[in-house]
C-alpha cells in the first residue's frame, strides 16, 4: 500500500505541474516579451482617456456632478476655450435645465480636449454601412444620439445628419423630435431641420481617418476594435490600412480573442491588447463556460496579447497576478475616481479613466 501511494502522489504531483505549466503557457504573452526582449511599442503608460475627454456619454451621467467630475468638467472646457453658456431666445429655459453639451465621448472636441490636457486616449471602432471606419463605442445610435438605428446600417453621410448628444434646443428645432429615428423610412434626416448638420457646434461621429488627422501624433492611441457580429475581417483590414499609414504611436485592442490572433498573423509588429472583464456568474452553460474561459486570460494563446487590459476590481485576480508575472502589462479600466486609481495601482501599470482628472 506504501508503494501505490507513493506511486499516486507522484502522479499526482506530476499531473499538477502539467496543468499549471499548461495554464502558463495558455495565458503568457508573446515570448519575446517574456524573455524581456521587447516591450510593448506604443502603449503610454501615462493616464488614457476613455473615450476621449467627454463631457457627455460613459461616466457622465448624473445631473448633479461631484468635485472630481466638476473639477474634469472645467479642465475640458478651459482646454476647449469654452466659455460659460448664457442661454437666451425662446429655448433659454430648456438650456438652463440642460447644461450646453460641448464634447460627447468619442467626437472629435473630446479628443482634442484630450490632446491639449496631454492624456493618451482611447477610442473605439466600426464599420459604416458603406465600408467607412468610424469612431463610436455602441453599434446603435440609441444611447448617444436617441436614434434607434444601427451604425451598419447608416452610410457616413448620414451618421453625419445625426448629432450626438443633441441638446433640447435642437430636439425642438429639429420639428419631430430626435433626428433620424426609426420612425422614418427615408433615413436619419427629419423634413422639419437638417437634425444638427449645418450645426457649427454639434459634434458627430468622426472618421477614424479625421481622428488620426487630429490626433496627428500629438499624444497615444488605443484603438478598440468592437466586434458585436463576431469576426469582422473587413474592418479588421481597413482599420489595419489605415493606423499602418499614421505616423503616431498606436495600439489596438479587443474583446474578441480572434482579433488579436488576426493581427498576430497579418501585422505582428504592432502591439496588441487583450480586454477582459472577468467572469464571476455560475459557469452553467457553454456561453458562460466561454465568458469564465476569456476572464480567466485561457485564450490568450491565440492572440498572444503584449498586455491585458482589465476591469480595474479584477486585478489582484490569479490569471492577471499570473499575467503580470510572466512579463505581461496590465491596465486598468475604467477608473472613476482617485480613490479608485489608488486601489489599482499595485496590481496595474497604467489606467483607463474617465470622469476625473488622474494623478500622472
Known sequence: ???????????????????????????????????????????????????????????????????????YLHRIHDCLKIESDRPSGR????????????????????????????????L????????????????DLQRMAG??????????????????????AQALESGEGTPGSADHDGGPETEGGDGGLNDPDAQHVPLLSEVLALVDGR???????????????????????????????YVIESFNVLALAWYRVHNPGVTRGQLVAPYHGRVDSRSSALRWMAGSL?????????F????????HSLPMRLYRFLGGTPIAWTVRSEHAQEEASPDFDGIIFESYLPES
Request: hydrophobic share 40%; net charge positive.
Open 308 to 315: 491585458v487590459a482589465c476591469e480595474w476590481h479584477s486585478g
Open 298 to 306: 485561457l485564450f490568450n494563446w491565440l492572440g498572444r496579447p503584449d
Open 124 to 139: 473605439d471602432v466600426h464599420l459604416s454601412r458603406d465600408g467607412q471606419v468610424v469612431v463610436i463605442h455602441d453599434g
Open 147 to 168: 436614434v434607434n438605428r444601427a451604425v451598419a446600417d447608416l452610410t457616413y453621410e448620414q451618421l453625419q445628419r445625426i448629432p450626438l448628444c443633441p441638446s433640447p
Open 1 to 71: 500500500m506504501g508503494s501505490k501511494a507513493r506511486l499516486a502522489g507522484k502522479v499526482a504531483l506530476g499531473l499538477g505541474f502539467g496543468v499549471l505549466g499548461g495554464w502558463c503557457w495558455a495565458l503568457a504573452p508573446g515570448l519575446s516579451v517574456v524573455a524581456g526582449r521587447r516591450k510593448p511599442v506604443g502603449l503610454s503608460l501615462h493616464p488614457y482617456a476613455h473615450r476621449g475627454l467627454h463631457d457627455a456619454g460613459s461616466g457622465m451621467e448624473t445631473t448633479n456632478p461631484n468635485p472630481g467630475q466638476t473639477a
Open 91 to 122: 429655448h433659454a429655459s430648456a438650456q438652463a435645465k440642460s447644461p450646453r453639451v460641448v464634447a460627447p465621448e468619442n467626437s472629435l472636441a473630446a479628443f482634442e480636449a484630450a490632446c491639449r490636457a496631454g492624456y493618451g486616449i482611447e
Open 219 to 249: 499624444v497615444p492611441l488605443v484603438v478598440e476594435i468592437k466586434m458585436d457580429r463576431g469576426l469582422d475581417r473587413e474592418l479588421m483590414r481597413r482599420t489595419d490600412a489605415l493606423l499602418s499609414r499614421y505616423q503616431g504611436p
